[in-house]
């Protein structure tokens, strides 16, 4: 399995993710379908291949660019029930949108496990895609990681996890009282640290690759979220796992899992 994070943060989201035959998805369509194209074409690659549009939930960085790319390529969107009733009143009926409902889906070669997570929005999924033995964790937008969440987390190969802000810099920064305390709320978004306690209690000789996502531009800075997650697995013995952190502007590299 391969996969590029195309573009993560609030102003949009969207990963890709192929399977060893070259098929792909995409999760989240928070990007133009001009960026999205422009992006695959340095891999190689074009919109061609891709079968479904995975939505996390209806937040516009996640879904902005959803609606062109399913109707102009005829592909599908998948999301949850809470998400789909919302987004269908909005758009179009030539968009076809499908519900994921709780039992594994397979796009070529990778199943999907969608599974709730905790965020202010209509019912937000997050993402186990697994091909083979092999298995990727995706969930960007949560304010906690709970119990279950922690659970489908072990046992990956892979995850793509949020590190949303650091506490000192979004409690010092310039956003409003209320937007401060939603944020840190179990329906915001996770801190660095958040992201490093979940991290050091899922890690395993299993785990190799760390994505650090969705970080605010102004909350948090990369080098923030590196050391705090770093050092969290190091001091645990974990110095194996290779921990980076994904760009708002600039894609990642096309990481290949196995
Ligand atoms: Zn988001
Ligand atoms: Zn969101």
């Not at 948090?220 to 050092?231: E, F, G, K, Q, T």
């Amino acid at each position: 399995m391969k996969f590029c994070i195309i573009a993560s943060g609030s102003e949009g989201n969207c990963t890709l993710i192929e399977d060893s035959s070259g098929q792909s998805i995409l999760v989240d369509v928070g990007l133009s379908m001009r960026r999205i194209a422009g992006v695959l074409a340095g891999l190689g690659r074009d919109l061609s291949k891709i079968s479904a549009l995975l939505i996390s939930h209806e937040h516009a960085d996640h879904l902005r660019g959803a609606a062109v790319l399913s109707r102009r390529l005829d592909i599908p969107i998948y999301t949850s029930p809470g998400t789909a009733s919302l987004i269908k009143r909005s758009f179009s009926g030539t968009t076809r949108i499908c519900t994921l409902n709780g039992n594994p889906t397979q796009f070529g070669a990778l199943q999907i496990d969608a599974f709730r997570v905790s965020h202010d929005a209509s019912e937000t999924l997050g993402f186990i895609i697994q091909e083979g033995d092999t298995r990727l964790a995706i969930a960007t937008d949560l304010g906690t990681v709970d119990l279950p969440t922690l659970a489908r987390f072990r046992e990956c190969d892979a995850i793509i996890l949020e590190a949303n802000h650091d506490l000192d810099l979004l409690l010092s920064g310039s956003y409003p009282w209320d937007l401060k305390r939603r944020i840190q709320s179990n329906y915001g978004h996770l801190s660095n640290t958040q992201a490093a306690d979940a991290l050091i209690k899922i890690a395993s000789p299993r785990l190799r690759l760390v994505v650090l996502a969705h970080l605010s531009q102004e909350n948090n800075r990369p080098h923030l979220a590196l050391r705090a997650v770093r050092s969290a697995l190091d001091q645990d013995g974990h110095a194996h796992i290779n921990v980076v952190v994904a760009d708002q502007y600039q894609p990642t590299t096309l990481f290949e899992i196995m």
